[in-house]
């Protein structure tokens, strides 16, 4: 028998081993780890004979493997824990039976428990070692790296720890479920058993892979275990003090213990345990939660969890929750508003709820919406996400539509791109699960909608009026019927023997009212005699009921009868149902009229309600409908946002409105395809997604009839598409070819329609060709295979001839070949077609047939019938000079003509004028038109394809050279072998190559007797006399015409200069100067050094008053500035102007332009003063408010801090300089807008006696109040001393000046000297103020010198300052408006980086 002693559980080991109170259990030897082997098999004999109990004198030994656990073998580990699971295992089995024993011992009993305590503590305190190594190993194998670590934990333990756990766990868990408190005293289990056996478990979740997938099973078994724990061992306080604690600290644990205790509540009842953790949450400090905001995201994790998993038991507590959505923490407001909405989805959703549940609802679905504009970004965004899911699960009252989209619409036009993003993705869900219609066009809608609502008012106005026909005065009627009803009640009363009538009997049921009622009937159906007779019948009846009972002795029978009748009839309606008791006979077969109304007024009021019900859905989904109209013009604007993932779900939704009908879609559908050029992929393929979706999946019987719509789709966004829409849909056409994406029948159908095969209208066989060209693109032999069928058809002889289908034919045959220059690395020669081609023989021909008809569109025929001749043919300055030489002789036939009729017209008369043979105007100008085009073509044929062969052609050359060289020649020269190294040769040859495409395009072209040249007077000529030819188009064509000529030579270009820039000012044609505006921007690309001279004309342009104008010198100088060809200076707030330009995508335009421009280093900051100085010119600048915005955009672009200072300093000096007030008000609004910081407020005390006299002006002092007011908001303590003391001094000179601040120093100066005392000023001994320029408000003077030091600032030795000149201060203005001279045309050359040194020192 062992010693009797209690086990006492230890908080800590060590407490084992030192002794306690009377008959406590020590340890009394901690055995050597060499002994340990032979101790654990001498425990496994004495469990084999004694069982559980042996563990009473063998606990040492186990004591002891856990106090060496690091420094044992692992074999006995995995040895000693198998064995303990067996001694648990087996004292479980036989606990039972001990504990129904009734004769059981108190020694007995204090064994087991003893034992008991023992092997359970032994049990989990292994758990824990084994817990805690593996623990320490997963961190080693992170760090070394995941790969392999599941074998070298197996081969460090030789069993893998993960899959034991459980085990150990149910043991303990079959345990825990038996009766073992009839072990203790009294049947009370001690508080630090069941905290022994909880605490493990707590302990496992603690490791962050408990959460995985793969550790399940050991999830739900200690979730068991604590379940065991709280339904039989009061375990439920501990616990949610327990799971408080490890929400606060344990960022994995928020769904692991939310499904634990969803089980509890669900499994084992313990609802009370849900409210128990809510109502802790609930009781958490605001100032905890926003400390603690790890645990802040746990407790608002755990709670979202809870709710979607217990949403019932949960709704019970919510109002404890209430609290924190108006507290500052968001998480715990998402949480709180998350669970009201798995609340709304999975408890209170449906018709059939009750009223309070209704009610409850609808408070929740109001607190969501008002959270929509909650004041942090992640909130609202939240709310959009719940309600996206409540959308989709159709949860949301019908009522609450029109609500929830026009928040979803607001909210679009929120600052923070994710509540954006999820506004756009609630609006599309609003689509794909809206109840009214799949087609949700407004203009379908408003008519059903009119159509509905005028008959529901008729059927109103035909209610009032029947209900006005049937309602007739009780009154009325009496006095209608009193006369007859006199006459027969007096022959009743005066022969009632006659009366043959048969008497009315009243039924012994009968009461009073039911009598009454029958009376009335009859008195309606003018039965007055059966009346009278029921009458005297129910007075002698009901003597004691009224009005039966009410008789007045002095008035006559007559009199009495007729009151009582008259009381009846005209008493409550309520009393008109008769009885259905025994009538009079002869009644039971007449029909009642009341009864047979009531049918028919209910069915016209079921009729009405339907109308209603109707007109409501129409007008609901009309509201919708126009919703989603509003949310397309705003959401399109989106679609260029610089976040992929806003983009993404702007196409998305475009592809959803698109199937959905609505019209608007197709804008937003064209308005994506620029994004195919998209650099980043995610948008590039959401745009090729979205034009599968709509155009590549259509709704067909056959492959024909799928390919049919497919063509007839992609043809409706041909329809007055632009020349960049076109390219985008050849892109995306290209690509699916080139995956295989668009089917055999589609190519097949296109050719039948090309051909005429099957009927189709001209417009659609042009269409089909266009496709056809665009899908060449991607696979060439399309067309390339039916080349000569594709001549025949579209440009075959016929009149009249279709130029527009011809225009398309050619563009699919370009198709057909690269256009682009051949790279060096090619081998194979470029495709070309010979000369004697057909193709070619029908252009030329088509050409000079159209030329001397007046056909508009012969012009861009003609125009892509050179480009096509130039890329293919062989030789093609040949064809083209034929085309050249053809026009120009039916032009001088015509001219001969002309000259031949009038001389027979005109041989009498005098007046020479009328002599002159004129030329019909459209000859001249395709004649011009024609030679322009060849000029063009024939400089990129050069410039590109010869060159390219050139190039090609000598690289064969030496590679051949190279491989015919003796082996011996090819060391002989180092020099030479270092040069092909360097890759000198090469660039050699390639400028020889360009030196002489430039000598025949400078020297050749437009000299002696080449075609080209024999054009040049007739279009100088033309162009020099725009009052003789002064037809528009004409204009238009020879100014074109002459920018072409100029980029082929630079003498020619250099000596066509002055007349090109004098046209593009003078011109009153907006046509002329526009077209002439794009030929300058590519002479600037060419020859930047003629062109550069000119540069303040290109900006002028910019103020053009024709919008087209604008538009194209906006575009213009854009590429130009962008792309560094041009000079920046000051003239760039030409460009600022188009900021506030009329038209809005002019002013797009230029936001792009500072957008693009604020990526290149300094660029706006450099330029900023000389803007400013310019827009607020009071002679040429712009009005104040302009100003404003345009100033609020520019200075968005200021971000650095080095740049803010020194802008600070440079604008609070121009104040020396302005001179009108307007400008003081200019310079202040700027200074406010500037993102201030510290140092640019000590700049601005620097340089207070620049601006202090100018703060009288209220505008000025406002602004810079309002400038250190955003300051203050993120000053730091001793930073908004300096503010105080700023402020101090702006309000001082603001109410009195200059001298007020001077007292304000004067007040502060006595004991103590102020960080901005200073020095008397010495400005009268510097440099004069005054400028040798005309400019001189563009020059900022030297400051002041002062001793002024801030606080904590040390003092500098000041240095001394230059003068402050920009770079727009280094050419005068040019007089724009006056006529171009000689004289006055610009001979000096300038180079393109002239000006950048002095521009970076200022």
Known sequence: MPPQYEFHLPLSPEELLKSGGVNQYVVQEVLSIKHLPSQLRAFQAAFRTQGPLAMLEHFDTIYSILHHFRS?????????????????????????????????????????????????????????????????????????????????????????????????????????????????????????????????????????????????????????????????????????????????????????????????????????????IVREIGQKCPQELSRDTAGAKGFAAFLTDLAEQVPAILMSSMCILLDHLDRENYMMRNAVLAAMAEMVLQVLNGDQLEEAARETRDQFLDTLQAHGHDVNSFVRSRVLQLFIRIVQQKALPLTRFQAVVDLAVGRLADKSVLVCKNAIQLLASFLANNPFSCKLSDTDLAGPLQKEIQKLQEMRAQRRTAAASAVLDPEEEW??????????????????????????????????????????????????????????????????????????????????????????????????????????????DRKDTPSVSEPEGSCRNDELVKQEMLVQYLQDAYSFSQKISEAIGIISKMMYENTTTVVQEVIEFFVMVFQFGVPQALFGVRRMLPLIWSKEPGVREAVLNAYRQLYLNPKGDSARAKAQALIQNLSLLLVDSSVGTIQCLEEILCEFVQKNELKPAVTQLLWEQATEKVPCSPLERCSSVMLLGMMARGKPEIVGSNLDTLVSVGLAEKFPQDYRLAQQVCLAIANISDRRKPSLGKRHPPFRLPQEHRLFERLREMVIKGFAHPDPLWIPFKEVAVALTYQLAEGPEVICAQMLQGCAK????????????????????????????????????????????????????????????????RVLREEQEHKTKDPKEKNTSSDTAMEEELGLVGATADDTEAELIRGICEMELLEGKQVLAAFVPLLLKVCNSPGLYSNPDLSAAASLALGKFCMVSSPFCDSQLRLLFTMLEKSSLPTVRSNLMVATGDLAIRFPNLVDPWTPHLYARLRDPAQQVRKTAGLVMTHLILKDMVKVKGQVSEMAVLLIDPVPQIAALAKNFFNELSHKGNAIYNLLPDIISRLSDPEGGVEEEPFH???????????????????????????????????????????????????????????????????????????????????????KPEGKAVIDEFEQKLRACHTRGMDGLEELETGQGGSQKTPSAKKPSTVSKQQPLTSGTSDSDFVTPEPRRTTRRLPNTHQRTSKKKVKVVFSSDESSEEDLSAEMTEDETPKKTTPIRRASYRRHRS
């Open 72 to 276: 044992i073998d692992p074999g006995l580990k995995e040895d000693t824990l198998e064995f303990l699971i067996k001694v648990v295992s087996r004292h479980s089995q036989e606990l039972p039976a001990i504990l129904d024993d009734a004769t059981l011992s108190v020694s007995d009993r204090n064994a087991h428990l003893n034992a008991l305590k023992m092997n359970c503590y032994a049990l989990i305190r292994l758990l824990e070692s084994f817990e805690t190594m593996t623990s320490q190993k997963s961190l080693i194998d992170l760090d070394m790296g995941g790969k392999g670590k599941k074998a070298r934990t197996k081969a460090t333990h030789g069993f893998d720890w993960e899959e034991e756990r459980q085990p150990v766990l149910q043991l303990l868990t079959q345990l825990l479920q038996l009766d073992i408190r009839h072990l203790w005293n009294h049947s009370v289990i001690e508080e630090e058993f069941v905290s022994l056996v909880t605490g493990c478990c707590y302990r496992l979740l603690e490791n962050p892979t408990i959460s995985h997938q793969k550790n399940r099973p050991t999830r739900e078994a200690i979730t068991h275990l604590l379940g065991v724990a709280l339904t039989r061992y009061n375990h439920m306080l501990s616990a949610t003090v327990k799971i408080i604690q490890m929400l606060q600290h344990f960022e994995h644990l928020p769904s692991v213990l939310a499904a634990a205790v969803s089980l509890w509540a669900t499994n084992d009842g313990m609802k009370s345990i849900v409210g128990e």
């Open 479 to 588: 006095e209608a019927m009193q006369p007859e009803l006199k006459s027969t009640l007096q022959q009743l009363l005066k022969h009632p023997q006659e009366e043959e009538v048969m008497p009315q009997q009243i039924a012994e049921t009968e009461t009073a009212e039911e009598v009454k009622g029958h009376i009335r009937q009859l008195l309606v159906k003018a039965s007055y005699k059966q009346a009278i007779i029921l009458t005297q019948e129910a007075t002698s009846h009901f003597q004691e009921s009224e009005p039966f009972s009410h008789t007045d002795p002095g008035e006559s029978e007559e009199i009495r009868f007729l009151n009582l009748l008259g009381i009846i009839f005209k008493g409550p309606a309520a009393s008109t149902q008769g009885s259905h008791g025994n009538m009079v006979p002869g009644q039971t």
């Open 890 to 953: 039916q032009a001088l036939e015509k001219l001969e003509e002309k000259s031949t009729t009038q001389e027979e017209k005109g041989a009498t008369q005098e007046d020479p004028k009328e002599t002159v043979p004129m030329l019909p105007t459209f000859l001249l100008m395709n004649l011009l038109s024609l030679a322009g085009d060849v000029a063009l073509q024939q400089l990129v044929h050069l410039e590109q394809a010869v060159s390219g062969e050139l190039g090609r052609r």
């Open 1189 to 1275: 915005t345009i100033m609020r955009q520019l200075l968005s672009y200021i971000t650095k801090d080095k740049q803010t200072e020194s802008l600070v300093e440079k604008l609070c000096q121009r104040f020396r300089t302005a001179r009108t007030e307007r400008q003081y008000r200019d310079l202040a609004y700027c200074v406010s807008q500037l993102p201030l910081t510290e140092r640019g407020l000590r700049k601005m005390f620097d340089n207070f006696d620049c601006f202090g006299d100018k703060l009288t002006d209220e505008s000025v002092f406002n602004a810079f109040l309002s400038a250190v007011g955003k300051l203050r908001r993120g000053a």
